[in-house]
């Protein structure tokens, strides 16, 4: 049997979530499909050490502010499970968890969303499954041939599990900086931090809130027609957050550069010589996980869907939310995405019904 509605939204982390909120304020019939079977999205599959960049009151969806998470100044992965877990309570949202999209197709004036529960028939779709469901990892050289144990950053969830262990991580990101400081921080592993090139390190009183003010002034900037600013990107790669700090301070946290290849038992480094290695971490960044929308024929370059804002230009029902800036600056963050989704909900609360 085919469901009706006005709107199905494929996601049901931050972005769905936000979306969810907008729709509910718009009176539309809608329902979240989520691959999950628990409330939460990416946030709860985090590794232990995570904390967010901002505080509670500056990391918040539309309509609900974090509650402060007692003893801490920047809540943990676990705390934003539970707000997102409130949140879609407080605002009565119809999330289906534990529902996987496995396809969006055109049906004259609606979409058809095909999903493992059935198929939904929408007048419009808002796609906010994220990246963290497809990580990317890069195609090095030997990577085929290193004996022990390879994991993306997905993959991680705290040092211990590599006590005594040799552990290379690869990244010059936020997660490759966070991650080598959580394991640089435990007295039994031995790690080596390796970047492409010297990594960025924002200044100390950088945090979530500033990232967001710079992202926000970009956006008005190239608006209004103004230079580019540059945004996030020029000021560093890396939130020193108390952690990356604590290492970095302690002289734990010097990269090096990137290995030619890998060994057997390590790497080799561009000088021949070699370093043994019992584990590779490869914090190596994500792709947006967006094989449901491949029968609409839309991918552009480096697979995105090529938009105006949130909308796919060659396809005028569909959105995309939450993918990172070029769905919306800063839209793949608590705070930012607020922004986008009402937009989107605005633009398709408009169209023809």
Do not use: N
């Given at each position: 049997m085919t469901r009706r509605v006005d709107v199905v939204v494929v996601g049901g982390g931050q972005a769905g979530l936000a979306a969810g909120y907008h729709l509910r304020r718009r009176y539309l019939d809608f329902v979240i499909l989520d691959a999950d079977a628990a409330p939460g999205g990416s946030w709860q599959h985090m590794w232990d050490s995570l904390h967010l960049f901002s505080p509670a009151e500056h990391s918040s969806l539309p309509g609900r502010l974090m509650p402060v998470q007692a003893g801490e100044s920047y809540p943990d992965a676990g705390h934003v499970v539970?707000?997102?877990?409130?949140?879609?309570?407080?605002?009565?949202?119809?999330?289906?968890?534990?529902?996987?999209?496995?396809?969006?197709?055109?049906?004259?004036?609606?979409?058809?969303?095909?999903?493992?529960?059935g198929t939904w028939r929408a007048r419009a779709v808002i796609s906010a499954t994220g990246s963290w469901?497809?990580?990317?990892l890069p195609a090095a050289a030997g990577r085929g041939v290193f004996a022990g144990r390879q994991l993306h950053t997905v993959g991680y969830r705290r040092s211990a599990d590599f006590a005594r262990q040799r552990v290379i991580v690869v990244g010059g990101g936020n997660s490759g900086a966070q991650?080598?400081?959580?394991?640089?921080?435990?007295?039994?592993?031995?790690?080596?931090?390796v970047t492409r090139r010297p990594p960025r390190f924002l200044p100390d009183d950088i945090d979530g809130r500033a990232l967001f003010d710079v992202a926000t002034a970009r956006r008005r900037a190239l608006e209004e027609?103004?230079?580019?600013?540059?945004?996030?990107?020029?000021?560093?790669?890396?939130?020193a957050v108390p952690p990356v700090r604590a290492a970095r301070d302690a002289g734990l946290l010097n990269a090096k550069?990137?290995?030619?290849?890998?060994?057997?038992?390590?790497?080799?480094?561009?000088?021949?010589?070699?370093?043994g290695a019992d584990a590779i971490v490869w914090c190596t960044g994500f792709r947006p996980a967006l094989a449901h929308l491949a029968p609409l024929n839309l991918r552009g370059p480096r697979g995105h869907v090529p938009t105006d804002g949130t909308r796919a230009l060659d396809e005028p029902r569909l959105r995309l939310l939450g993918y990172g800036d070029w769905t919306g600056p800063a839209s793949a963050t608590l705070i930012g995405v607020g922004r986008p989704a009402r937009e989107a909900v605005g633009q398709i609360h408009a169209l023809p019904a």
């Open positions: 539970d707000y997102l877990t409130d949140y879609e309570k407080r605002y009565d949202l119809p999330v289906q968890h534990g529902t996987r999209v496995d396809a969006v197709r055109r049906d004259g004036d609606r979409l058809l969303v095909e999903a493992d529960s469901s497809r990580p990317f991650i080598a400081a959580d394991l640089a921080l435990y007295d039994h592993v031995e790690v080596t931090w027609g103004r230079p580019d600013t540059g945004g996030v990107a020029s000021l560093g790669d890396i939130v550069p990137m290995f030619s290849r890998l060994t057997a038992d390590g790497v080799q480094w561009a000088d021949g010589s070699r370093s």
